[in-house]
């Protein structure tokens, strides 16, 4: 049971997250693309539990799903720019995980 909840909400979801959303812009997929924040909802939500990021926590798979729909508007360079802020996250949340 602990392994399936790291898988959900750990850094299998995340990568695997961003993976689908940079595979799915490479092949103009919107749908694989917005398959990508639905694997990043429940790695939003437990990180929207830390009062530091509460509320932009949520933010996270929406960026995602905005980058579908800038694939969808055949807008490929929008697409990548929204797909920055759960990168972002991504780095800072290794670097605390690796430095404690």
């Known amino acids: 049971m602990d392994l399936l909840v790291q898988i959900i909400f750990g850094w299998p979801a995340i990568l695997s997250s961003q993976v689908l959303s940079a595979v799915g812009i490479l092949k103009r997929k919107p749908w694989v693309v917005a398959l990508g924040g639905l694997l990043c909802v429940p790695f939003a939500f437990y990180l929207s539990g830390y009062q530091a990021v509460r509320f ?25 720019i929204l797909l920055f802020p759960l990168a972002g996250v991504s780095v800072v949340l290794a670097y605390i995980v690796l430095t404690q």
């Not at 932009?56 to 990548?80: C, D, E, G, T, V």
């Open 56 to 80: 932009s926590a949520f933010l996270l798979p929406l960026f995602q799903f905005a980058s579908a729909w800038a694939l969808r508007a055949n807008r490929k360079i929008l697409a990548w």
